[in-house]
């Protein structure tokens, strides 16, 4: 059974970083897109950075030129380094991986739980 785990959210003020990782539990797992998403309160839930397995990325317009999405597959982990925060990327940030896992290789579609950033002074 394979589960997704985010970590390193928290507090931090406008203008700082944080780096987020997510990292998918078992071995012998192929990925085919590995991602984070974001929802903040009452808003809708939305694409913040998507690598797929070719390393095609993609990100949200908001976060573009502020945001890093990278991996280790070795590792199963992905990351978001976070710079120049503003208060509205306050949101609740959430892993979304596509992964084949053994023994069917049948591709599944996996969400963390999420992890919370909140950006204030």
């Known amino acids: 059974q394979v589960e997704v785990v985010e970590s390193g959210g928290g507090l931090v003020e406008p203008g700082g970083s944080l780096r987020l990782s997510c990292t998918a539990s078992?071995?012998?797992?192929?990925?085919?897109?590995m991602g984070w998403y974001r929802q903040a309160p009452g808003k809708e839930r939305e694409l913040v950075a998507a690598m797929t397995s070719s390393t095609s990325i993609n990100y949200g317009d908001s976060v573009k030129d502020r945001f890093t999405i990278s991996r280790d597959i070795a590792a199963n982990t992905v990351y978001l380094q976070m710079n120049s925060l503003k208060p509205e990327d306050t949101a609740v940030y959430y892993c979304?991986?596509?992964?084949?896992?053994?023994?069917?290789?049948?591709?599944?579609?996996?969400w963390g739980k999420g992890t919370l950033v909140t950006v204030s002074s």
């Open positions: 979304n991986m596509n992964i084949a896992a053994p023994p069917s290789y049948y591709v599944k579609n996996y």
């Open positions: 078992g071995s012998g797992l192929n990925f085919y897109l």
